[in-house]
């Protein structure tokens, strides 16, 4: 107690003679400090202008949880973790993430036509090897089975239609789509229709959207674990924040990302379905491809590297038989086990990824639910050897196991096909019915 007595009176965030002036309980308390602790945080009594008890309090479903002090939450962890302190902050905060920023609506006449409506930023996750096409190719999907008009927001300075149109795919009844870019930040003129529906692809895309679309008319499409991909600060806070409110209706990729993510609200979980044509190539000598996209908190590389470092070190990989290469944004010089150098690619496009992972006998990608780990479950229905994992497990037995077996299986493999997008989009008819 004498250490968070001294920590709350040295971090200038408690003015004892301003304090006193909120209450009348304050000024006959003895000690200003310890009536706040006792008393004051429970009344909503602020320490100092600088922090504001009630918006901490009501900003945070932890905190809450905890029955924790406000003040002292924010001095020990709070500050730390990158949360604000006032309302002030606030403004702040959106105006150095202005996806954030609501984006308000207006009713325009309905034309007896519905429409899905999907909300892209600079935070929506880019699939390794597939971009923006898993949601991209869902959203056509689910529209053009249901004859709905189709619009992609854009709210960011650097994603372009031509993303867009490269992600989509070409189907039977492909819908009308209409792509409308806006800067990040406010926007003022974007309409809506009578039973319009809302898809948000980033916590920030459903932030810009909670207060304007009713919670029935409104999922968030996950298709990677943001709040890994975030460092400790806001944006991850705001990433689980949704996740354990209840009202929040998810949509998510794999069962694996759904059990990382456990959201409290209404869930549905969709099998990736088949993205990317792969035609397995043979190579001489063989390639072990390992996924390595640094970039993403997530994708456990190092993981995946040291499996390869052990491999080679127990002589379970040979380099004279096998060629090593690190697919992905890896650009520095490499150096494995016994002083072996693997090959560095760097695909860009869906294609050269499509060339790059179908040369490849076995590919290596650990940590399911992770965007790698995706791109490695279309190479496995291909007919290609895939070395992956359940969960962030250590290098063990396991996955030396899996390896071993991968690199000694029969060339010929069966393919195991995976479902057509307009397959997994059929699996979601039952959200769209209209809410009692």
């Known amino acids: 107690m004498a250490e968070l007595y001294r920590l709350v009176r040295d971090s200038g965030l408690f003015d004892a003679s301003w304090y006193r002036r909120q209450s009348p309980g304050a000024k006959l308390f003895p000690n200003s400090i310890l009536h706040y602790g006792l008393v004051g945080w429970k009344t909503r009594l602020n320490p100092s202008p600088r922090f504001d008890t009630a918006f901490y309090w009501d900003s945070y479903r932890d905190v809450r949880q905890l029955g924790a002090n406000p003040l002292v939450h924010f001095l ?46 600079d935070h929506t996750p880019q699939v390794v090897g597939l971009g923006l096409r898993p949601v991209v190719a869902l959203a056509t999907a689910v529209a053009a089975r249901h004859n709905w008009m189709l619009r992609f927001i854009l709210r960011s300075d650097h994603i372009t239609r031509g993303d867009i149109a490269h992600a989509t795919p070409t189907l039977p009844d492909s819908p009308h789509v209409d792509i409308v870019v806006r800067s990040p930040g406010p926007t003022a003129d974007v309409e809506c229709v009578d039973g319009e529906f809302w898809w948000a692809t980033s916590a920030t895309a459903r932030a810009s959207l909670r207060d304007f679309v009713s919670p029935e008319r409104l999922w968030w499409v996950v298709t990677a674990n943001e709040a890994d991909r975030q460092p400790a600060g806001e944006l991850r806070l705001l990433g689980t924040s949704q996740l354990t409110d209840p009202t929040t209706r998810t949509i998510v990729f ?167 997008v307009s397959e997994v989009a059929a699996t979601l008819d039952g959200l769209w019915s209209d809410p009692q």
């Open 76 to 121: 020990l962890h709070g500050q730390k973790e990158g949360r604000l302190a006032t309302t002030t902050g606030k403004a702040v905060r959106a105006a150095h993430i202005p996806h954030t920023t609501p984006l308000p609506l207006f009713t325009a006449p309905s034309a007896n036509v519905t429409r899905l409506s999907v909300v892209i930023d």
């Open 254 to 420: 794999s069962a694996a990302l759904h059990q990382a993510l456990s959201p409290a609200g209404p869930s549905t979980v969709i099998e990736m379905p088949q993205l990317i044509d792969i035609t397995p190539a043979s190579t001489t000598p063989p390639t072990i491809g390992v996924i390595a996209d640094e970039g993403s908190v997530d994708n456990l590389f190092v993981h995946s590297v040291k499996l390869i470092e052990e491999a080679l070190a127990t002589s379970t990989l040979d380099p004279q038989a096998w060629q090593i290469a690190l697919l992905g944004s890896v650009t520095r010089p490499v150096t494995l086990t016994g002083s072996v150098v693997p090959r560095l690619a760097h695909p860009q496009t869906t294609a050269d990824w499509a060339a790059e992972v179908g040369a490849c006998s076995v590919l290596v990608a650990l940590g399911a639910g992770t965007e790698p780990a995706y791109l490695a479950h279309q190479a496995k229905a291909s007919g290609i050897h895939t070395v992956t994992s359940d969960c962030a497990e250590p290098v063990g037995d396991h996955l030396m196991d899996s390896l071993r077996k991968a690199l000694t299986a029969s060339k010929t493999a069966s393919t195991q096909a995976l479902p057509t």
